[in-house]
């Protein structure tokens, strides 16, 4: 054998061990580096999980301050509608109007929702009162009304003196079953659930919380807890829970609980965050073994390929998981424009006077001419105003002028149709959308419109506002551009009733 053979033979050897040392030493660092890399895909999943049980229960919170608002502004026009109710009795003798008061109260479909006093002014003498405790006095009676009432009125009738309104304790428990019904509606692709734990006792021990809300455990909601509860490992999460949420306002925790909808115990980890106004807590986990199980599986993939697929397989983990926040992302951005899209529906009534906007008024106005064309149909179109609304404003202030704008609304909704829609278009100036009346009928409603308006008769301090309105009337026609034709003959048929000297119909068709 020559030396140029043993030099070949020697060379390939080498080769062949400094390629084996090299895939060893690629095998042992692949080892290594997997390691690393399982606890970095561990880390960085739970990292994800962690943000998107937190950003959920701060949904939730931000849904909670919504609905309670929506809750006590409807319940402040409610008692503000009862109270222009309990006025137009005024003419009545006392005991009628006591027993008007008595029948108004009670006749209701939720006698819980009211409290209610009225007394004799001269004697003190309580004369009627609903849900409210026995007094030795009047004033007592005052406080609770100033102190516990989320929206009340006060009415005087001679020497009856009366307060009435929706206490806070109503209000708040109504917006608390809308929160339930809201969290057991809630669905997660990945079995979560979020759950409310109201704390009775912050220093803990047996019955230091109720059970309020738990879609996984339904059958025990009501239910006391205690501190002293352990899970399978012997933990005490709700003392955990309630020391974290005690010390920081919220806290990330792990125990053992049974899976949504399974027998099956695996750990969880858990953000609980306390709403302090309630003494809830409200609380999101998610199993382990979940993200255990992403990981575990991109370990596996990543054994079978080369350094190149390795790297590959990491973007690809990488590229996974950003898809995945991102996704999570877009879910929860999709559900606060659902939430925005609700306050929305908040906007297409006009705050004054409970009719529609005139921005979603116009909406409605397009669609119905759109519906026309194809039907066939013609909907009829009515335009008023108030006459002299500024001697209004300008004699009594625009309390009494908004006053005036919600009676009328109110007067109209009892002359109209269920199908037909009351538009404020702007200031003292509202269209009414009447589809299918006949053209034969047109005269008789306008005039019915104008009689129950002229009827009313509003208080304002020691007077009584009269009011009047002229209106015009037109029809969609089949050659109008849209429905701005037929609603600008409408407001020249109500010039045309103001120049023939107001408190009057005209009709344009």
Known sequence: MTIRSKNQIITVIAAAAITLLVIYLHLLSHEETQKIYRAQTEHTIATIKKDFLKDTVDNIFLEIDRIRLTRHRNYKRITDLRLIRLQEEIGRTDDDFIKFCRERFEDESNPGMWTAGFWDETTGKLLYSANIPEQGSIEPIRQLFKEDLSSYA??????????????????????????????????????????????????????????????NLRDTEGTYLSTFMKDINGKLPYLEELEGVKKHGETFFTYSFKKLNSQEVSEKVTYAKLYRDYNWIIAMGVHLDEIDALAKKSIESSKASSSETIIRLLGYIIIILLIGYIGMYFLEKRRLRQSTKSLEKEFQTDIVTNAISRRFGEKLLAEQFNKDLTTGNATAVMMFDLDDFKNINDKYGHGVGDLVLRAIVSTLAQVTRSSDRIVRWGGDEFVIMLPGLRVENVKSFGEKALGAISSLRIPAGRDIVTISISGGISIFRENDSDYNDAVKRADDALYNSKKLGKNRVSILL
């Open 154 to 215: 006060e009415i005087g009738k001679g020497k009856v003196r009366g307060l009435f309104g929706i206490s806070n304790t109503y209000v708040e428990t109504e917006v608390k079953k809308d929160v339930a019904d809201l969290i057991r509606g809630r669905k997660f692709s990945n079995d979560s659930y979020i759950w409310v734990n109201e704390i009775v006792n912050y220093e803990g021990g047996d019955n230091y919380a109720i059970r309020r809300v738990h879609p």
